[in-house]
Every structure is written in C-alpha cells, then in structure tokens.
T-cell receptor, first 111, second 109 residues
Framework: DTEVTQTPKHLVMGMTNKKSLKCEQH?????MYWYKQKAKKPPELMFV???????INESVPSRFSPECPNSSLLNLHLHALQPEDSALYLC??????????FGPGTRLTVL | QKEVEQDPGPLSVPEGAIVSLNCTYS??????FMWYRQYSRKGPELLMY????GNKEDGRFTAQVDKSSKYISLFIRDSQPSDSATYLC?????????FGTGTSLTVIP
C-alpha cells in the first residue's frame, strides 16, 4: 500500500479564517513533506519533517504553520491567508530517501 | 541555471506512438531519479524510479539514466489516450527533491 491521504479535497476560506489541512500515511515512512503547486508549475517545497521533527522550512510565511503530531500525521495550519495563496497543496512521504509518494492534494481557494 | 531542466512541451502524438520525455540536470550529487504522471488537478503519481545509469523497464514504460551526460529519459511505448497528462521528472539529494517543470502530453485517438 503506497497511499497518502489528504483532507479536505477542496477548501474555500476568507482572508480572516483559520483552517487546517490534514495528511496521513500508514507506510511507516520517516519523512513527510508539504508542497504548494500553482497551475502548470512543478510542486514547490514548503516544509520537510524527518522523524517528526521539522528539518526544512523553505522560508515560508508564518501564516502557514506545520505540525507533525505523530509519525503518521502531518497538519498544515492556515491563518490570514492571501488570495495569492490559492493553490493545490500536496503532502508527500518517503522512506529511505529514494522516492516520494504524493497524496491527491487539497485545492485551496482564498477569497 | 535551474537544477533540473525539462522541455514543457506541449507534446501531441497519435495513439500507438512511442513517446520520449527528457530532463537534464546540473548537480552530480543527485542520487535517485523519478518520473511522475500528474492528471489535471490531481496529485503526482509515481511511475518509476531508478538509481543507477542504464535502463529500467515496467510494462510500456522505460526509464533511462545517463549520469555521465546528466540526462534522464522516459519512453512510453504504444501510447494510449489515458497517458495524456503532465509528466514530471524529479531527483534528490537526501531529503531535498528537485522537480522539472513538467511536460504536457496529449495522445490523440
């Protein structure tokens, strides 16, 4: 099983809202990632967690706040987003650093 | 210079054609090389990954890596309309994964 799940599939939020994106994997992978993808562009790395610790933060604005409650779960907390933050948010996981498996993504629209 | 270069296309071929997708890279430290297929508004789906130079085959797909030339390819034989998607190459050093810009492929019935 190489499944990464993400909820919700779609999210519409106002600029003053607080919401969270959730990601789950049960493959025992030790690294989990958040990416942002705009239309017709490749995924853009936001955060990497390795063994439940934040190891990479690609200078992401503080209105995005990641959290890794345990080895299977990854959250992305959103607050005071801007319309330009509208994108497909992808979660991925990897084991042994040889490849990544992506979830289906959450399509976020900020009004 | 970008770490990974990929021709964005678009590429349009008739059904049954052989498709060749390519990426070049500049960092000789890259360890693993991956190809993903992404349908519109969906997450990328891993097709193949390989470590060493040479060919790796899986059904209609063949991944080729030439580390001396820093060049990787994905060949699709007997292409089908269901292969119409964007194909992303990716490669990594440790925890960092680098993606090409993606090639948009349309297979015409």
């Amino acid at each position: 099983d190489t499944e990464v799940t993400q909820t919700p599939k779609h999210l519409v939020m106002g600029m003053t809202n607080k919401k969270s994106l959730k990601c789950e994997q049960h493959m025992g992978h030790r690294a989990m990632y958040w990416y942002k993808q705009k239309a017709k562009k490749p995924p853009e790395l936001m955060f990497v967690y390795s063994y439940e610790k934040l190891s990479i933060n690609e200078s992401v604005p503080s209105r995005f706040s990641p959290e890794c409650p345990n080895s299977s779960l990854l959250n992305l907390h959103l607050h005071a987003l801007q319309p330009e933050d509208s994108a497909l948010y992808l979660c991925a996981s990897s084991q042994d650093l040889n490849t990544q498996y992506f979830g289906p993504g959450t399509r976020l629209t900020v009004l | 210079q970008k770490e990974v270069e990929q021709d964005p296309g678009p590429l349009s071929v008739p059904e049954g054609a052989i498709v060749s997708l390519n990426c070049t890279y500049s960092n000789s430290a890259f360890q693993y090389f991956m190809w993903y297929r992404q349908y519109s508004r969906k997450g990328p789906e891993l097709l193949m990954y390989t470590y060493s130079s040479g060919n790796k085959e899986d059904g209609r797909f063949t991944a080729q890596v030439d580390k001396s030339s820093k060049y990787i390819s994905l060949f699709i034989r007997d292409s089908q309309p269901s292969d119409s998607a964007t194909y992303l190459c990716a490669m990594n050093t440790g925890n960092q994964f680098y993606f090409g810009t993606g090639t948009s492929l349309t297979v015409i019935p």
